[in-house]
């Protein structure tokens, strides 16, 4: 398979939010597979959805890999996991959030994933994280 490229939005809005960012950044790299390109800058955002919640930080990493978009989101889960995340609230607060937005030009739609990101033309966090990637 060749090297695809990939855009994850990463965010966190529980505990240091600037620190599990990073953290989540140096795993991505860590990833057998994939080659960290860029990261936005970070933004700090209101949550959308979800119960009351605190402000999230919020940027995209622009990735290549050479593995399935599945394999992908097992090792993302993974590191949400490493990292304290817990799914026990749809829109929770959570210490780190990542998701595929994008995997090169595939389009999947099945129960565990959805590619392109079916919310991502609704965040502007998104928005503005891969117009400053794509650029």
Same mark, same amino acid.
Do not use: C, W
């Given at each position: ?9 990463? +965010? $966190?809005?529980?505990?240091? /939010?600037?620190?599990?960012?990073? !953290?989540?950044?140096?795993? =991505? ?5 994939? !080659?960290?390109? %860029?990261?936005? $800058?970070?933004?700090? &955002?209101?949550?959308? +959805?979800?119960?009351?919640? +605190?402000?999230?930080?919020? +940027? =995209?990493? @622009?990735?290549? &890999? &050479? ?9 993302? %889960?993974? *590191?949400? @996991?490493?990292?304290? /995340?817990? /799914? /026990? ?6 210490? *780190?959030?990542?998701? *595929?937005?994008?995997?090169? !030009?595939? @389009?999947?739609?099945?129960? $565990? ?5 079916? %919310? ?10 891969? %117009?400053?990637?794509?650029?």
């Amino acid at each position: 398979m060749s090297s695809l490229p990939v855009y994850i939005g990463v +965010g $966190s809005n529980l505990g240091d /939010r600037k620190a599990n960012i990073e !953290k989540a950044i140096e795993l =991505v790299k860590l990833i057998k597979g994939v !080659k960290m390109e %860029r990261a936005s $800058s970070v933004y700090e &955002t209101e949550p959308v +959805g979800g119960p009351p919640q +605190g402000k999230f930080l919020n +940027g =995209v990493l @622009k990735i290549k &890999t &050479t593995i399935n978009p599945f394999k992908l989101l097992g090792e993302l %889960r993974e *590191i949400e @996991k490493h990292l304290g /995340r817990k /799914r /026990r609230i749809k829109n929770g607060p959570r210490a *780190i959030d990542l998701d *595929i937005l994008l995997f090169g !030009k595939k @389009k999947i739609d099945t129960k $565990s994933l959805k590619v392109p990101h079916p %919310r991502m033309h609704k965040r502007e966090f998104v928005l503005r994280g891969l %117009r400053e990637l794509m650029l």
